[in-house]
């Protein structure tokens, strides 16, 4: 037996090893003695109101049944009206369940193979469906994969700074070819061109208003012109800069642009996820239809960086510096005299407002209409007359002083 010990030795005082030892020897033989109880009572019962609709979870409840060799059973009770069995179950069991050749009587369990096969059937549905939903869910999140790691590599280009003028002329180039493709196709003859058009919108989304020759009617030959146009804007805009400080503004638009753009794709992928399991209503795979509008989600995305960091970086102002104003220009020429003199600062003046309300308030009696003269009511009261107050002086000693 473990010696007794008060609660204030305890908590002064350690356990030492051998009654450590006592008291894990304790525990064990209490728990051996419990476990004996157990197994002569047949073991742990387990009792399931409902089979899951994976097999493992059910497997798993049986298995806590008979740890170790140890006594044990397991048993169902469920009805045809689960969820399990009334949608993933056939109705041909509940059907049949019902003959009166089968001969079952009110209240008593129903135990037939027929009934564990249904049941088993409705498990591996079930199984199946689940898996398809991961197998689909996998396949949708490729798509997104595929896409982010193409952005995030381009950002780590951004970051790290690596030929960044080379990024833009690319840019420059591709802009250029769209920009021909657009108002210039190839299907066109070249007096369908629509030239005005592409001079119009070079001003307004670049900012470049220099003119360049749109009589060209060759397609090779106006796509070196654009190309040859934009470079140059560019250019000059570096020269106007600087270099160091345009590799620095390049970074920054850069990384502006493909972040916010990307922040509104991946909320349009959100959107364009939700609703595309419609799509299978009308026969189509809804999986391939989320893969080919996300394509073209993501190639307008990137169409869009590129053509609104051009434009931000074409269309950027260096900021007008300040030209510094000597202190004795900013201030007061009496003022300085003041100071310099020695006599003590004169007080501030008031603001234009408050010098008008001084300006009012001085000269405001003189402005006011003159007040017409009282008038008596009552006949006029003599020195010597009663005074009206009835205090029984005459007016001269009341009133009148």
Known sequence: MVPARSQEQARQQPL???????????????????HDKVVALGGLHMLGTERHEARRIDN?????????????????????????????????IAKLMEFKWFQWEEGLPIEHPWVTKS????????????????KHLLEYDNVMNRQREVIYEQRRRILEGIDLKGLVDGIIEELAEELVETYAPKDARPDAWDRATLQAS????????????????????????????????????????????????????????????????LYMMDALREGIGLRAYGQRDPLVEYQH????????????????????????????????????ARTPHREVHEERSGLPPRPPEPA??????????????????????????????????????????????????
Not at 19 to 34: D, L, N, S, V
Not at 221 to 248: D, F, P
Request: charged residues 30%; hydrophobic residues 40%.
């Open 16 to 34: 030492s090893d051998d009654e450590k030892r006592q008291i894990i020897e304790q525990f064990r033989q209490r728990a051996a003695q419990e």
């Open 60 to 92: 798993q409840l049986r298995g806590r049944c008979g740890r170790q060799g140890d006594p044990g059973s397991s048993r169902f009770y469920l009805s045809f009206q689960d969820d399990l069995m009334r949608i993933f179950g056939s109705d041909r």
């Open 119 to 134: 049941i088993e059937t409705a498990q591996r549905r079930v199984e199946g469906q689940n898996f398809d939903a991961r």
């Open 202 to 265: 070079l001003t307004r989304q670049f900012g470049v208003a220099e003119p360049f020759d749109i009589s060209a009617n060759d397609r090779e030959a106006l796509l070196e012109q654009l190309i040859a146009l934009l470079t140059r804007a560019y250019a000059a805009k570096e020269q106007l800069i600087s270099e160091g400080l345009m590799r620095q503004l390049e970074r920054s638009v850069l990384l502006a642009v493909v972040d916010a753009k990307w922040k509104d794709h």
């Open 293 to 328: 509008e996300a394509y073209a989600m993501f190639r307008d995305m990137v169409a869009s960086v590129k053509a609104d960091s051009l434009a931000m970086l074409l269309r950027v102002q260096p900021a007008a510096q300040a030209q510094p104003v000597s202190v004795f």
């Open 352 to 401: 234009e407002g408050a010098r008008r309300d001084l300006i009012d308030r001085a000269v405001g009696p003189s402005r006011q209409p003159p007040q017409a003269p009282a008038v008596a009511v009552g006949p006029k009261v003599g020195r010597n007359d009663p005074c009206p107050c009835r205090s029984g002086l005459k007016y001269k000693k009341c009133h009148g002083k």
